[in-house]
């Protein structure tokens, strides 16, 4: 979500989330608008999991 338009950046739906795809959906913003300043996130079991600390590299 962007803070300043209040836009859905994207949208996946599913029962669960794998890391890996949470990351692919990461990968596909960055590539159309660039870096986020900063990511908010729930703390749900998807963002806790150390594979997501691979996403530090782009950020």
């Given at each position: 979500m962007d803070d300043f338009n209040r836009?859905?950046?994207a949208t996946e739906i599913d029962l669960g989330l794998p890391v890996a795809r949470i990351i692919?959906?990461?990968?596909r913003i960055i590539g159309?608008?660039?870096y986020p300043?900063?990511?908010r996130m729930d703390?749900?079991?998807e963002f806790v999991s150390i594979a997501l600390g691979a996403v530090e590299?782009?950020?």
């Open positions: 836009e859905a950046l692919c959906v990461l990968e159309q608008r660039g300043i900063k990511l703390n749900g079991p590299v782009f950020l």
